[in-house]
């Protein structure tokens, strides 16, 4: 994993480490997210925050069929194709 880190240059940086849809909080009125319980937070890697939050999405039992994929992260502009390609997830 380091290696592949290393390839894309991604900094380490402080994650919030727990974006579990509870920890998320959209505010309609004022049109701004915030996020909350940042008791895991700690320094990880550029992305690593966001990347957990996409595994969470297949619950505890891991239905790796709920897991958002290529339209999600096209959506969130978080990796490329042909990266997605590399690790086989399309």
């Keep these: 994993m380091e290696l592949e880190l290393d390839k894309d240059n991604s900094p380490i940086v402080y994650s919030h480490c727990d974006l579990l849809t509870g920890n998320i909080i959209f505010n309609a009125n004022k049109d701004r997210v915030d996020f909350i319980d940042y008791e895991y937070g700690s320094c990880n890697p550029r992305g ?30 978080c990796v490329s194709t042909s990266k997605l390609l590399r690790v086989g997830r399309l």
Excluded at 50 to 76: K, S
Aim: with cysteine.
């Design 48 to 77: 690593f925050a966001i990347g957990n939050h996409f595994c969470e999405q297949a619950g505890f039992d891991c239905e790796w069929h709920l897991y958002p994929y290529l339209r999600t992260f096209r959506t969130f502009g």
